[in-house]
Nanobody, 118 residues
Framework: QVQLVESGGGLVQPGGSLRLSCAAS????????MSWYRQAPGKERELVAA????????NYVDSVKGRFTISRDNAKNTVYLQMNSLKPEDTAVYYC???????????WGQGTQVTVSS
């Protein structure tokens, strides 16, 4: 059974940084692309960043390009999201998931809350 456990969120001032982690289990981590999503209050969940199985290619939503970096450690079954220059509009619950050609296939974890506020 796919399990995804996100951590690293918190309260940060605008311009600050956070590093999120997602520990994955229950599937062959190194065989799948991984993604980070976020859901702000009253909004739909959106894809923020994705990374291929070997980590050779990444993609980002336009609003975070140049500020966020997705990475992975296949030896630790963990995917990361380094978030710099945070803005209030980045406030959301952040989730990770594994991707197959049809989209995210794991059950959504509890997510980790990121709040950007002065």
């Amino acid at each position: 059974q796919v399990q995804l456990v996100e951590s690293g969120g918190g309260l940060v001032q605008p311009g600050g940084s956070l590093r999120l982690s997602c520990a994955a289990s229950g599937f062959t981590f190194s065989s799948y692309a991984m993604s980070w999503y976020r859901q702000a209050p009253g909004k739909e969940r959106e894809l923020v960043a994705a990374i291929t199985s070997a980590g050779g290619s990444t993609n980002y939503v336009d609003s975070v390009k140049g500020r966020f970096t997705i990475s992975r450690d296949n030896a630790k079954n963990t995917v990361y999201l380094q978030m710099n220059s945070l803005k209030p509009e980045d406030t959301a619950v952040y989730y990770c998931n594994a991707e197959d050609p049809t989209g995210p296939f794991g059950s959504w974890g509890q997510g980790t809350q990121v709040t950007v506020s002065s």
